[in-house]
């Protein structure tokens, strides 16, 4: 189980890579997971998608929210920070991170 902490977004990638069907999630137990939806494994009576990569390190709260376009990731956390990164299916680099945004919010 690699999410330790409730789920508060999921979307499936804009862009997919031959044969896979990636997806992301993003966890109040402040990381992104990408999965790949077609290797997945059983356990039990679940199927359960195999895990690629694991965002660590971007945000100090959870995650609420996410938005993927094209490879690129925004990610909203509980700390007040927007994360801009990239994903690929071997993982995540980051960006930009906005953290203390005056205001809590743009402006």
Same mark, same amino acid.
């Given at each position: 189980? $690699?999410?330790? /902490? #409730?789920?508060?977004?999921?979307?499936?990638?804009?862009?997919?890579?031959?044969?896979?069907?990636?997806?992301?999630?993003?966890?109040?137990?402040?990381?992104?997971?990408? #999965?790949?939806?077609?290797?997945?494994?059983t356990? %039990?009576?679940?199927?359960? $998608?195999?895990?690629?990569?694991? /965002?660590?390190?971007?945000?100090?709260?959870?995650? *609420?929210?996410?938005?993927?376009?094209? %490879?690129?990731?925004?990610?909203?956390?509980?700390? %007040?920070?927007v994360?801009?990164?990239?994903?690929?299916?071997?993982?995540?680099s980051?960006?930009?991170? *906005?953290?203390?945004? $005056? %205001?809590?919010?743009?402006?």
């Amino acid at each position: 189980r $690699p999410h330790t /902490s #409730w789920i508060g977004d999921i979307q499936f990638l804009s862009r997919q890579e031959a044969g896979a069907n990636l997806l992301l999630t993003a966890s109040n137990d402040k990381t992104l997971v990408l #999965w790949d939806c077609s290797a997945s494994a059983t356990s %039990g009576k679940l199927r359960i $998608p195999k895990k690629l990569a694991t /965002s660590k390190g971007f945000h100090t709260g959870g995650v *609420f929210s996410m938005h993927e376009a094209g %490879g690129s990731v925004v990610s909203a956390g509980k700390d %007040g920070s927007v994360v801009h990164s990239r994903v690929t299916p071997t993982g995540f680099s980051l960006l930009h991170d *906005f953290e203390n945004m $005056p %205001g809590g919010g743009w402006s």
